[in-house]
């Protein structure tokens, strides 16, 4: 199976954050894609998202930097305080000699569009990246030395291969893997974003603070150089069976959080519009590939966004894949199988420590009680080595190195 630098150009499903990544990484490789994006602009939800030092490593990889660095905020600590009694849980310090002496890089929160445009404005520079809205692919043929990728208005483009970055409810996946619908978590967030004047004056803070309660939990961080809050608050139900960004009901959400802090619900009331996601991930799989096609992002490895890696293992993944392809000399097929066997057991222990990281966050009685006792006595450097593996332990090309 053969594939060369120009000729025909890979063809990728979806142009969120692992689509534009993966033509990035391609293209600072020299090989040539085309981006079929089936909305009919690009672009990102508006919300904030968090950046480990793991990404920061791709970044650097992919020349993005600056570019992020213009935008992000750099939060001074992760904090965990108990939604219940008000009590801090544990803070971990962000960003100073200590952090970066482990993890070489920085942690950072920056709104979703501002990420988006970054990749994006680096794609457009490139002459090797063609990008098109209004392309839903529906399905693709392997035939031998070609991809043929069907989209839904009747046409058929050929590639070297098909990238499936379509998302959780990836169509690619379908015939790659074949298993399903995803996970549906029973774990529902709404997110909203605040301007920082209507932030109570005592949270507008350059930290990210999780509030902690039982079967709940509200995350909040600034963005956009502090000038607008990011809020995300989470809940258990098994009322709602799919659902994406469609507005979520205020007053269940109240009540989810009745009996909880002060501060969580002066940050909650600020809010009378709210976006709501069904969490949704999948049991780790180690195939993502087959013949022509291969997954990256979540349509190989949805999880769910405990650890704040989704996005991250994206980026990872475009660099990983695009140092495959330019090793294997033409040959796709070894190629994805190389970049699958590199990622699989790294994103799936992201995907299955997520879980865990819920069930922490949501913990209640006995278990919130330990929580308190177990997370409240680490000094700053036993939380960074528990994390060690995430953050620090990746190449320049994507693979796992401990
Ligand atoms: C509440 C919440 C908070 C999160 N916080 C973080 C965080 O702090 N840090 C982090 O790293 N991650 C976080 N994540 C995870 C992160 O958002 C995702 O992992 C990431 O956006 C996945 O990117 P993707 O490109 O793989 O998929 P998507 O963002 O879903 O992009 C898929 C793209 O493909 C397009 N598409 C779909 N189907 C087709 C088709 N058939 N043909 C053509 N195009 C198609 C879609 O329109 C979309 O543009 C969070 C997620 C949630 C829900």
Redesign the pocket.
């Known amino acids: 199976m053969s594939g060369s630098r120009r000729d025909p150009a890979f063809l990728i ?9 993966a033509a990035l990484a391609l293209a600072r490789k020299g090989f040539a894609s085309h981006v ?4 009919d602009e ?3 939800v508006g ?6 030092p793991n ?1 920061f490593r791709m970044f650097k990889v992919l020349g993005l930097t600056e570019a992020i660095d213009a935008t992000c905020v750099y939060p001074d600590a992760l904090v965990m305080m108990d939604a219940l009694n008000g009590d801090l849980v544990t803070r971990i310090p962000l960003n100073t000699n200590a952090f970066r002496n482990v993890f070489d890089s920085p942690y950072a ?1 920056i709104y ?1 569009p501002d990420l988006h445009a970054a990749l994006m404005q680096a794609c457009k520079a490139e002459s090797a990246v063609t990008l098109e809205t209004g ?4 399905g693709f043929e392997d035939s031998g030395g070609r991809v043929r990728v069907a ?2 208005d009747g046409r058929t483009l050929a590639g070297a291969a098909l990238i499936g ?8 996946r379908e015939t790659v893997v074949g298993d399903g619908k995803p996970r549906v978590s029973g774990h529902i ?1 709404y ?1 909203a974003v605040l301007r920082a004047p209507e932030v109570p004056e005592s949270l507008r803070r350059d930290t990210v603070i999780l509030w902690a309660g039982p079967k709940t939990h509200l995350v909040h961080y600034p963005l956009h150089k502090s000038d607008i809050f990011n809020l ?1 608050a ?1 809940f258990h139900s098994d009322r709602y069976e799919e659902g994406w960004n469609v507005f979520g009901d205020v007053a269940e959400l109240r009540s989810r959080f009745s009996g909880q802090r002060p501060e969580v619900h002066a940050m909650l009331d600020k809010i009378e519009s709210w976006r709501m ?1 069904v ?1 949704c991930d999948r049991e780790p799989v180690k195939v993502w590939h087959k013949g022509r096609a291969v997954l ?5 490895h ?4 405990y ?9 990872e993944d475009g660099v990983c894949l695009a140092s495959k392809i330019a090793a294997a000399d033409g040959d796709l097929e070894a190629a994805f199988r190389a970049f699958t066997a590199s990622r699989y057991l790294r994103a799936g222990r992201v995907q299955l420590t997520a879980r865990l990281y819920g069930d922490v966050y949501h913990a209640a009685g006995v278990a919130a009680e330990l929580r308190a006792m177990m997370l409240g006595g680490r000094a700053p450097e036993q939380a960074y080595q528990g994390v060690r593996w995430l953050y620090a332990g990746l190449d320049d090309d994507g693979n796992q190195v401990f």
């Open positions: 499903a979806g142009g969120g954050i692992a689509g534009l990544a079929l994006e089936r909305e690009f672009g990102e919300a904030g998202i968090q950046i480990g990404a929160v979703r392309a839903r692919v529906t989209l839904e970055a379509d998302g959780l409810w990836s169509k690619v967030a997110r995300v989470v996601w969490l990256t992002g979540d349509a190989a949805p999880m769910l966004q650890l704040a890696q989704g996005a991250c293992m994206a980026m």
